[in-house]
């Protein structure tokens, strides 16, 4: 997924150069909508929906978003050269877990967080090379003895004897 992403994301910039005439998505009323929904104290869906959407809990979410700033400046929210407000931390991380999480195209994600082709595959692109650097040695390792013996004790509560993992309990 990630290889086209790359590809479509030089292919975007490639039309660019054609000078296509900018949509007003309306970004900075979809990223407050954003943080209304889900990013504030008291906002309109409850943990669950956030859980449920997000497939992780908020914490989880924010020291994702925490552990991405430092590690990449690009996610941080800035002006542009003429001085407009780009687009929210929140928007961009969205972006990358609804394409990665769901498979949605960049053109499902822009009906949510409101942000063009390019700057979704770009979000895409940097969030994952941000992932493998910062979580690779922790996470993202073979499972050690110690890490199979606790998956499948752990399985074998749930009723799945043999099953080390799988987010679809197929494997």
Do not use: W
């Not at 928007?91 to 990358?96: D, G, H």
């Not at 053109?107 to 895409?124: F, H, N, P, T, W």
């Amino acid at each position: 997924m990630l290889a086209a992403a790359v590809c479509m994301l030089n292919q975007s910039r490639q039309h660019r150069r054609r000078h296509a005439p900018n949509v007003d998505r309306r970004k900075e009323s979809r990223g407050k909508n954003l943080l209304e929904d889900y990013f504030i104290p008291n906002s309109l869906y409850l943990v669950s929906k956030f859980r449920e959407r997000y497939s992780m809990q908020p914490h989880l979410f924010q020291k994702i978003m925490h552990d991405i700033c430092n590690y990449d400046t690009y996610f941080i929210q800035k002006y542009d050269a003429i001085g407009v407000l780009g687009l929210l931390l929140e928007q961009k991380l969205t972006a990358a877990l609804r394409m990665l999480a769901y498979g949605a195209s960049a053109e499902q994600v822009d009906e949510i967080a409101r942000m063009g082709k390019s700057s979704i595959l770009e979000c895409l692109v940097r969030f994952c090379d941000a992932v493998e650097n910062l979580y690779t040695r922790e996470y993202l390792r073979k499972p050690t003895l110690r890490d199979l013996q606790r998956l499948l004790q752990k399985a074998e509560t749930r009723g799945f004897s043999g099953m080390i993992g799988s987010i679809d309990c197929m494997h």
